[in-house]
């Protein structure tokens, strides 16, 4: 099954292929990654160009027929199936933050189309259906997509709210979408089946449990919320109003995956991953309620030997099940996104507490990256005019430009910058809080709202008050409301505490600063509440005062 990884406070846009051959990243910066598993090295790395810059919010790998592979690219073909083209250029979705959906084809090593016209806000979570694929988004929509014509085949609304998860059951006919609450959609008519109601904060991911030989309704599923620390497991057929069993883990989840049931007798494995990087495993028969939270049979992690006096924790950021006949297999990657290390364990295997020492520097060399890493850069047209960060646009020269352009000249013993460099006085004169699409009256078009964001957590990784003077000097609410809507979750208590910062210096712009908190708080309250400290908050609190 094809699932997509919803984008949580602690889990970047990431997902392992359908075969778990492979696993893809996107970074904040554009950039799309794709690690083979089984060497641990890095097999794509493909740079958007400018215009197609924008932060991946959710991706999820199409259906993959047969065994794929990087190494060859395969024959050209007429497809005779829609489904069969799909599966041949070995798509992978990309939601992003201005709504639109790219298709990158791992075949071919470029993006194959990207889809617009469908959503107006963050991608928050994409699933595939043969050759269709459902995308949710925070303008409380959902879009069924043809992926080999990249056009709209419907749009309706879904809630009164944000929709964040979405999973689409094998016979196409039915479809889950959560937001905090769950609706099971008939797809023919746009009517909602069943309700689900049960989960205070927003449901990130979704997960379908069916019988083999079995109508879906006698299936179940599982859900997993912002801030909550259970799992929970529904019935589709159930009268009952809240879940009818649940998980427990150690700390908030990230991801779930489960296995496939191939008879009604069998437990369904489940695998969790925590926000703190711990993996939990459980093995359940899904029949009936359950009065308490079930316990994991398995808790996994890993720890590093880098430091020869002492060891450290090190997270696992992904994982899935795999089933290969009677056999099932976990395959998890940990450390961080310059160091990955991949391993896959019999389920067999595992014991009831478990901690592997592994050493990073060992998983892969840096030759043997450099020999098989594939890095894209794409063309830019000779008049294109860059108005984004520089993190946004490529540094790479194109083919377009003459030697002399890509040359660095000395004149008077100081470095000239060539064309494509903007130094930072240019970048903060080109920044602009209009609405996006909009134009200046030399036509040029300005920055949008998007970048707005990542100039803000871009000023405060670096501590560049340049750039957060002219950020936090906005007042329009509107613009302060969508750019905080932008902002990850992560960097919301650093937000917070350089407000509180300048409040504390210039009291008299203290009324300016406090719109931000307003929206901070109004936006990312669920986060807020889940934050094991509150120091930031109530020192924000005294600000007020």
Known sequence: MASSKAFSAAQPPLGFSPDGQYLAYSGPDGRLKIWETTTGTLRQEYTPSSHLSSMCTCLSWAPIGG??????????????????????????????????????????????????????????????NAES?????????????????????????????????LAVLPDGKTLLSAGKAIHWWDLKTKTILKKFSGHVNSVFQLQVVLFPDEEPENGYFLSAAKGDRLVSAWQFKSNEKFALASFALTDEPAAIDISKLTSRSEKVMLVALTNSGVLHVFEHQLNGKCRKPLKP?????????????????????????????????????????????????????????????????????????????????PKVANDAKVLAPGHLASNRPTQHESSSQQKRKLEDGCEVRTQRQLP??????????????????????????????????????????????????????????????????????????????????????????????????????????????????????????
């Not at 933050?97 to 994409?126: F, N, P, W």
């Not at 590093?304 to 994982?319: G, H, M, Q």
């Open 67 to 128: 065994q794929s592979s990087l190494k060859k690219k395969p024959k050209r073909r007429k497809p005779s199936e829609a489904e069969g083209a799909v599966q041949n250029l070995g798509l992978l979705a990309l939601g992003t933050l201005r709504g639109s959906v790219l298709l990158y084809s791992v075949a071919k090593g470029d993006l194959q189309s990207e889809m617009t016209g469908g959503h107006s806000d963050t991608v928050h979570c994409i699933c595939w």
């Open 297 to 377: 049979k398995v808790i996994l992690q890993i720890a590093s030997t880098d430091n020869p006096e002492t060891s450290s924790p090190v997270p696992i950021f992904a994982s899935m099940i795999s089933c290969n006949g009677n056999d099932k297999n976990i395959t998890f990657a940990y450390g961080d996104f310059v160091k990955v290390g991949f391993e896959k364990m019999k389920c067999e295997s595992l014991v009831e507490n478990m901690c592997l020492v592994r050493n990073l520097n060992s998983s892969g060399s840096k030759d043997e990256r450099k020999n098989t890493t594939k890095v894209v850069t």
């Open 133 to 165: 694929l459902f995308s949710c988004s925070e303008d409380r929509h959902i879009v069924k997509w043809n992926a080999m014509k990249g056009t709209v085949q419907s749009k309706w609304k879904a809630d009164v709210g944000t929709v964040y998860s």
């Open 424 to 545: 930072m006085e240019d970048r903060l004169s080109a920044l602009s809080l209009e609405l996006p699409n909009h134009t200046d009256a030399s036509g040029s078009t300005k920055l949008s709202l998007d970048n707005v964001a990542h100039l803000l957590v871009q000023g405060l990784h670096g501590k560049d008050q340049d750039i957060l003077n002219r950020v936090f000097d906005v007042v329009d609410r509107n613009v302060i409301d969508k750019t905080v809507r932008r902002v990850p979750a992560e960097v919301v208590i650093v937000t917070l505490k350089e407000l509180q910062q300048r409040i504390h210096d210039k009291p008299d712009r203290s009324l300016q600063h406090l719109g931000w908190i307003r929206s901070i708080m109004t936006h990312h309250m669920s986060y807020l509440s889940t934050c094991s400290t509150l120091d930031a908050i109530l020192e924000i609190g005294r600000a007020h005062v």
